[in-house]
């Protein structure tokens, strides 16, 4: 599984940007990865799903903090507070927002 190997902000365009050793570059809109959260409080355990209203997450959310978990994953402060996500790097590549990879989804969903 590849790694980070870069990781910008940008509050301008509010995405983050993260480079991998493959040499992919992923793009997440801040709202996106909030919306993504993987932990208990935001998916439930047992049945997958998913808690988090996405429409209560503000549109102004940003990530205060971006630390790495390990050598497996990403974890965000957020500015609502909630700091419980662990994004580990296989479910960020699964929701990377670039365009090869929006395309990519698309296609596996038309084949379905």
Partial sequence: MPVPTDIAENRETRELRVTWSDGH???????LLRQSCPCARCVHE???ERLLDPKRVPADIYPKEV????AYALRFTWSDGHQTG???????????ECEDCTKARAAAQETR
């Fill in 25 to 31: 570059t992923s793009r997440f809109t801040f709202r």
């Fill in 86 to 96: 662990i994004y580990t790097f296989p479910l960020l590549r699964n929701i990377c």
């Fill in 67 to 70: 630390a790495r978990v390990g």
């Fill in 46 to 48: 047992w049945t997958g």
